[in-house]
């Protein structure tokens, strides 16, 4: 089995994910603390100008004119500096008006004036070695934004810097489209969750990680099934009451064609519509995305754990990005820091760190079987080379880690 080409399969993943919006609810409004990692449903506008007034950038005080300048209090100030006036500021205190500038506080020098002629007390002067410049250290109003600019665009998924930004610009709920529910089916009879396993076991490599990936990628675990090989309980596990709440259902294992593998045997039976079977690559070939009768996406990632991880980082991450009405992602690329001989028809998925000290190439980790996953572990990123292969320095596609 050879599959569809690497880069088809992704704009394929991408149309099924976008397809399960027509089955999923509608935006939701949510207070700012549980958008955080949501998509925003509708572009997010600044509700005032950012900042939205003139300030001080540094503590010290704020100067009319030229020095040296009479010290007045700060509450008297807030009715305006007269030139030749100053009054203390903090960092993020609103300028009065007149201000001309701001002296930092290490550069003045505060001073009893000479007493008056009467004999009381002349208040205080404040001196600077030099006169700041017009505008120094002011924050103008509205430099980082307009009142109505938009701010996030519709798509933008709230990492904590996006809610930073939504909370400055005033807001208090978001739109933010709905959650794409994810179903996990754990295949196998042979995998283990706990302890040592004896020969013909395997721990568990994917119950503790794939919702992390999940999540990481923008969807939300609903559920997480283990079943035997076994075809009946495959075809209720898909097609089940819990798989049937998810949008989309990812299973792990049983993708092969032995007498104990059920997924492919398992999607005919079910009437899915079979849009990527197998992809041209390595590892994880076997890796197959259908649509279901009823609009939902099946996801079936190899039993190997790196072939699958490699699967959901070509598949479920353009299926989780078109669920959630975002574009496909932007291609990365970076220097190829080993070659790479042809491998005709197939692209080569590779874990990979980034060089020490060289920026931006991409040394290929060891360890990297299908089997294996210290690799990965190691790695920051995949390394995506063509048939055609690579050059050592030659730029190549990757895609981040699904964390
Ligand atoms: N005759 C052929 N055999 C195989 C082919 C092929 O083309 N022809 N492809 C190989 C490739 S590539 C892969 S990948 C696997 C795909 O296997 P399946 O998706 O059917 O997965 P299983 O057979 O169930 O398991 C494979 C392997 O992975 C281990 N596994 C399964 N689940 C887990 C888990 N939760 N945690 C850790 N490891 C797991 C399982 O024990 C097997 O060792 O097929 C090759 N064979
Ligand atoms: O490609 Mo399998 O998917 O090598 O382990």
């Known amino acids: 089995m050879r599959g569809t080409d690497w880069h088809a399969a992704r704009s394929a993943a991408h149309a099924a994910g976008a397809s399960v919006r027509a089955i999923l609810p509608p935006a939701e409004r949510v207070g700012l603390a549980d958008a955080a990692w949501r998509v925003l449903d509708t572009g997010l506008c600044a509700l005032h100008p950012l900042p939205h007034y003139a300030s001080s950038a540094m503590d010290g005080w704020v100067v009319a004119g030229g020095g040296p300048w009479i010290l007045v209090p700060a509450r008297a100030a807030g009715a305006g500096l007269a030139p030749g006036e100053a009054a203390e500021i903090v960092t993020g205190g609103a300028l009065p008006a007149g201000t001309t500038a701001v002296l930092r506080r290490e550069h003045g020098r505060p001073a009893p004036a000479p007493t008056g002629g009467d004999g009381r007390p002349g208040g205080t002067l404040l001196f600077a070695e030099h006169d700041p410049r017009p505008g120094l250290d002011i924050r103008p109003a509205a430099t980082e934004s307009a009142e109505g600019d938009l701010l996030l665009a519709a798509g933008t998924r709230m990492t904590p810097a996006a809610l930073a930004v939504a909370a ?153 990005r078109g669920a959630a009405g975002r574009p496909p992602s932007a291609p990365r690329r970076a220097a190829s820091a080993a070659a790479f001989a042809p491998l005709p028809g197939r692209h080569r998925v590779v874990p990979a760190a980034w060089a020490d000290g060289a920026g931006c190439a991409l040394v290929p980790a060891e360890h990297i079987g299908s089997a294996m996953m210290r690799g990965l572990a190691d790695a920051d990123a995949l390394l995506v080379v063509p048939p055609e292969g690579l050059e050592a320095g030659a730029p190549a596609a990757y895609l981040p880690l699904p964390w």
């Open 168 to 320: 400055l610009a005033g807001h208090d709920r978001l739109a933010v489209a709905p959650d794409v529910g994810v179903a996990l089916v754990l295949t196998g009879d042979e995998v283990v969750t706990s302890g040592l396993p004896g020969p013909g076991f395997v721990r568990d490599g994917f119950g503790p990680v794939l919702p992390h990936c999940v999540r990481g990628l923008g969807g939300t675990v609903l559920s997480a099934t283990r079943i035997g090989d076994d075809r009946g309980a495959t075809l209720d596990a898909i097609d089940g009451t819990a798989a049937r709440r998810a949008a989309i259902v990812v299973t792990t294992g049983g993708t092969g064609g032995s007498s104990a593998d059920h997924l492919r045997p398992a999607a005919a039976a079910l009437g899915a519509e079979i849009l990527v079977d197998g992809v041209a690559m390595r590892p994880g070939h076997p890796a197959l995305l259908g649509r279901m009768p009823d609009g939902r996406i099946l996801l079936c990632l190899p039993g190997n754990p790196l072939a699958a991880l490699v699967a959901v980082a070509t598949l479920l991450e353009p299926v989780l």
